[in-house]
């Protein structure tokens, strides 16, 4: 009986999780869906939280059942804040497929070159969208004109690039050739680009 209520409890989050969801996204303005999914989530688990304590039907449960019962849902608010938005929301593989059917099913391969550097930023506003995140993240900061790395955001980078340059594939499937190109992406970089701020062409002088 007990495994029973457990789905029922689970269920019951589930509806919680969707109902504050869909009311937080239509009524209340996002800055960040990242963060907002993650706020919806830590919302709904309170409200959980207060609800299998209060009906009647959980109390069969023990204290430390329904703690556990939290805990399931903290992590299920969690996977499905990153899985369901976050992912749909900045996914490249999503707007291929919605891409491809916007445009009847299929595109010339040589032409999503074209797609991705004219359509793709422009329709996804996503220049507007990771600057926002950042922003929002702490991660740079916006002075006269140029984007700033803050110390946050260095220590990210950091971490970021130590994990990509040793914990990433050595030899990953790209089309039909298997590479390490991603290890080290900027190595194909120009070695002085003109779109540097003065102060940073001052410094690496």
Not at 9 to 27: E, M, W
Not at 37 to 62: A, D, K, M, Q, T
Not at 171 to 193: C, G, H, I, W
């Amino acid at each position: 009986m007990k495994y029973l209520k457990l789905l029922v409890a689970l269920f019951l989050f589930v509806i919680t999780l969707c109902s504050t969801y869909v009311i937080y996204i239509n009524y209340f303005k996002v800055d960040v869906v990242f963060y907002a999914s993650l706020f919806v989530g830590l919302l709904s688990v309170i409200l959980f939280s207060i609800l299998i304590w209060v009906i009647p039907f959980f109390n069969e449960f023990s204290g430390f059942e329904k703690i556990q019962q939290i805990i399931i849902a903290l992590l299920l608010g969690y996977v499905l804040a990153i899985s369901l938005p976050t992912v749909i929301d900045r996914s490249l593989s999503f707007y291929i497929l919605e891409k491809l059917q916007q445009r009847g099913g299929g595109i010339l391969y040589d032409k999503f070159a074209y797609i991705f550097t004219n359509e793709y930023v422009r329709e996804s506003k996503l220049v507007d969208i990771r600057i926002t995140e950042q922003l929002q993240s702490g991660t740079i900061k916006v002075e006269n004109g140029c984007i700033w790395l803050t110390k946050k955001g260095d220590a990210i980078a950091s971490f970021s690039k130590f994990f990509r340059n040793n914990l990433l594939p050595k030899k990953r499937l790209l089309l039909n050739e298997y590479t390490d190109q991603l290890v080290d992406p900027f190595a194909r970089s120009d070695q002085m680009p003109d779109y540097l701020c003065k102060q940073i062409e001052l410094k690496s002088n």
